[in-house]
């Protein structure tokens, strides 16, 4: 058999082959940029751990990533909106929020997110808001838009009092962010780009490698359709009783860019190469209208791995979340189960937080052991990495599977929770503990899913969800807050976060709020969302 080639692919050359127009730096650049950021980490205590310190923060919510992918995500344009939880740093009477969207946000659903301010009059914190839109919903990257748009930076850079007290929040920061950046003179909270390939699945494993932590058989760096035939039969030939394999396109969204081969009935040792070159064009894939011709270009593009596929009776899908300051100082923040669909369960709808008591602390222990080997490596910002764990008898194991250097799906629920409660996360429990100490629990999903949805405006639903007290009870603690408005009427898609006590009763929150909007219908035909409880 032929040996598997694999792409040695430098951390310059990775980002360079992702690289959204011309956004590369030159060394100058590189040198300014990198003196914003030494400039942002001798100030980072002095700014940020002042509440009533002046500061200014320039949020930008750009999906930067591969746009053909994304389409394949229903209503996908408004998860930009995801990030106005961060409105909820008006909070601080100090604070400036910039916001820039590709097309405007309805302005009933900014005054929803003011409204959940807590302590602050909705008109104090209006006047410290400014909202810029490239009007433009084309599928091209928002920090792309921004780019191609001087006068809308000169915008951006006339709304900020002070650049050396301000900063950019992004969803991801990939070189066309970098750019920005350096465009409007301030500093990023998150990863350089030069180190995202320790985020991509293809360099999730090396980190995991190094870490001592249990993953799935597997290759990684494989560059097109031989490199995947050939990691296949050498796993199969390793392994015979291996059943299922995914492949997974490095830089993947949602498990958008995942596919499945299933070798149940695969031959023997001499015919299996040529089988699975022949089976390749078959994969299932987990995006909506994926062809192996269009699979297969992306994979070129961008490489990938391949993976056993981990099954099991009893199945979850944990991830660990970790914070690193720009002093590098290294915090475990939350645990969540992640709640997947697809065909094969790889796409993210939700999450649940806290994980199962039954294995959170071991997943932030074995994340942490990960974390530190991407610290040491100069990673900073939020980051995730997402585990299959699989009970066996009363025990659970634990297989990492890949890391997210970036924000990802269960940042917005968890900065809600922090912002609505004030609460804390203890890293010693793997709890939430409001100030009086009580436990929080919340269910989030993106995906409240429905054609009967559609044609309801923002305005319809704050009506709706006034007149059945759908809202977040700040004496209590506890309720229903709602993202992804903006997509409800062109796509019948809402997203949500139901807070309470217990998971019990934040499931109990979930299922009455969906109860609530079926009921305002009048008819539930064609209803698509994630249940509680139903990881898999």
Not at 22 to 40: I, Y
Request: hydrophobic content about 35%; some cysteine.
């Amino acid at each position: 058999m032929k040996d598997i080639k694999v792409k040695h692919v430098s951390n310059k050359d990775q980002h360079n082959q992702n690289d959204l127009g011309t956004n590369t730096l030159t060394p100058q650049q590189l040198k300014m940029f990198h003196d914003l950021q030494d400039q942002f980490a001798n100030n980072f205590d002095a700014l940020i751990g002042d509440v009533n310190a002046p500061k200014t923060v320039v949020i930008v919510p750009s999906l930067t990533l591969d746009q053909e992918i994304m389409s394949k995500i229903s209503g996908v344009h408004h998860y930009e909106e995801r990030m106005l939880c961060l409105l909820l740093l008006l909070r601080m009477p100090r604070t400036n929020v910039i916001f820039i969207t590709s097309t405007p946000i309805h302005e009933t659903i900014i005054d929803y997110y003011l409204h959940l301010l807590p302590g602050v009059p909705t008109r104090h914190a209006r006047a410290r808001l400014s909202l810029l839109s490239c009007y433009d919903s084309s599928a091209v990257a928002l920090s792309q838009k921004i780019l191609d748009r001087p006068r809308l930076i000169d915008a951006i850079r006339q709304q900020i009092p002070d650049k050396s007290s301000a900063h950019m929040s992004c969803f991801t920061v990939t070189e066309a962010e970098r750019k920005l950046a350096l465009e409007i003179g301030i500093p990023i909270f998150g990863c350089d780009p030069s180190l995202l390939y320790w985020g991509t699945k293809s360099g999730s494993r090396k980190i995991f490698r190094d870490a001592g932590l249990e993953m799935p058989q597997g290759h990684e760096d494989l560059s097109d359709g031989e490199d995947i035939a050939h990691a296949i039969t050498d796993m199969k030939t390793k392994k015979p009783n291996l059943s299922k394999v995914v492949v997974k396109i490095n830089e993947g969204f949602s498990g958008e860019g995942n596919a499945i081969l299933d070798l149940k009935h695969a031959p023997g040792k001499n015919e299996l190469l040529l089988w699975v070159r022949q089976q390749l064009p078959h994969l299932k894939f987990e995006a909506r209208d994926m062809t192996w011709d269009f699979y297969q270009e992306k994979f070129k593009n961008m490489g990938g791995i391949v993976e056993e596929f981990i099954s099991g009776q009893v199945k979850t899908s944990p991830s660990a979340q970790f914070r690193v300051d720009p002093l590098g100082r290294l915090s475990a923040i939350s645990t969540h189960d992640q709640v997947l669909e697809g065909q094969n369960a790889q796409i993210f709808t939700g999450c649940r937080f806290p994980a199962d008591k039954a294995y959170r602390m071991t997943i932030q222990n074995q994340g942490m052991a990960a974390a530190k080997i991407l610290v040491e490596k100069g990673v900073r910002g939020r980051f995730g990495i997402d585990f299959i764990s699989i009970k066996e008898g009363s025990n659970w194991n634990h297989y990492a599977i890949e890391i997210n250097l970036r924000k990802g799906g269960t940042t917005h629920p968890l900065l809600m929770l922090h912002f609505l409660t004030d609460g804390q996360y203890d890293p010693s429990t793997g709890q939430y503990l409001t100030t009086s100490g009580a436990p929080r629990c919340y269910y989030a999903s993106d995906n409240l899913e429905s054609a009967n949805y559609q044609g309801l405006t923002p305005d319809d639903l704050i009506d709706i969800s006034v007149m059945n007290g759908l809202h977040f009870h700040a004496a209590m603690g506890e309720g229903v807050a709602f993202h992804l408005m903006g997509a409800l009427s062109e796509f019948g898609k809402l997203g949500i976060v139901t807070i309470g006590q217990t998971h019990q009763r934040a499931d109990e929150l979930y299922q009455r709020s969906v109860n609530v909007l079926n009921s305002a219908l009048k008819d539930t035909t064609g209803l698509k969302h994630p249940l509680p409880g139903k990881l898999f």
